[in-house]
């Protein structure tokens, strides 16, 4: 039962071009995304979080947008920069629901390739 | 200067063995968690604990058992090991929340170690 799906494995984006990659949940009870990035032989990093409250959060060439009607979210990437290929995880917790167990439900993530 | 750290990086071993992995964090943090990414490259938590407590158990076989000595610290020991245990294993730590710092969207930003990889033969 995945409650966190990226049906997309991968994407290939050319440099400069905007890079959108998508998120479902199927837990109402999740108020909180994050995404992940992932280099070869190394753990994820943060990259972007957005809490329930809000349906955008921007931080530089990175932007979050939630969607909780459709319990979609989605990454924009603007420009898209060479350094940005890597595997990206969507990631979700209940944390009003079960506060003080902040676990995190992992997508299965999607490859993104940027084209020089 | 790593935030978290964890070794060995990658571990082989026979069936029916037992080993462990190590975790450290030097943020700070109060809560610590033990990830498996399995062939299908699915993240998926199996444990947490938050100040020696353990916090989360998913259901994972009792032959895994994490071990807190202190906060900053959350080694993982598996016993009997199986073909099936073959995976990525990461380390993550976080601060945790607090009612007031919900809205504060970093504060639950779980930093992670570079993973184990265990292969079982």
């Known amino acids: 039962d995945q409650q966190v799906k990226q049906n997309s494995p991968s994407l290939s984006v050319q440099e400069g071009r905007i890079s959108i990659l998508n998120c479902d949940y199927t837990n109402s009870m999740f108020d909180y995304f994050l995404w992940y990035k992932k280099y070869p032989a190394e753990g994820p990093t943060f990259l972007i979080s957005i809490s329930s409250i809000k349906d955008k959060n921007e931080d530089g060439r990175f932007t979050v947008f939630l969607n909780k009607s459709a319990k979609h979210l989605s990454l924009h990437i603007v420009p898209s920069q060479p350094g940005d290929s890597a595997v990206y995880f969507c990631a979700a917790s209940a944390i009003l629901a079960n506060f003080g167990n902040e676990k995190l439900t992992f997508g299965t993530g999607t490859r993104l390739t940027i084209i020089p | 200067d790593t935030a978290v750290s964890q070794t060995p990086k990658y571990l082989v071993t026979q069936m029916g063995n037992d080993k462990s992995i190590k975790c450290e964090q030097n943020?700070?943090?109060?809560?610590m968690y033990w990830y498996k990414q399995d062939s299908k490259k699915f993240l998926k938590i199996m444990f947490s604990y938050n100040n020696k407590e353990l916090i989360i158990n998913e259901t994972v076989p009792n032959r895994f058992s994490p071990k807190s000595p202190d906060k900053a610290h959350l080694n993982l020991h598996i016993n009997s090991l199986e073909l099936g245990d073959s995976a990525v294993y990461f380390c993550?730590?976080?601060?945790?929340?607090?009612?007031?710092?919900?809205?504060?969207?970093?504060?639950?930003?779980?930093?992670f170690g570079p993973g184990t990889r265990l292969t079982v033969l």
């Open positions: 943020l700070g943090h109060d809560t």
């Open positions: 993550a730590s976080s601060q945790g929340l607090t009612a007031s710092s919900y809205f504060n969207t970093r504060l639950n930003e779980q930093f």
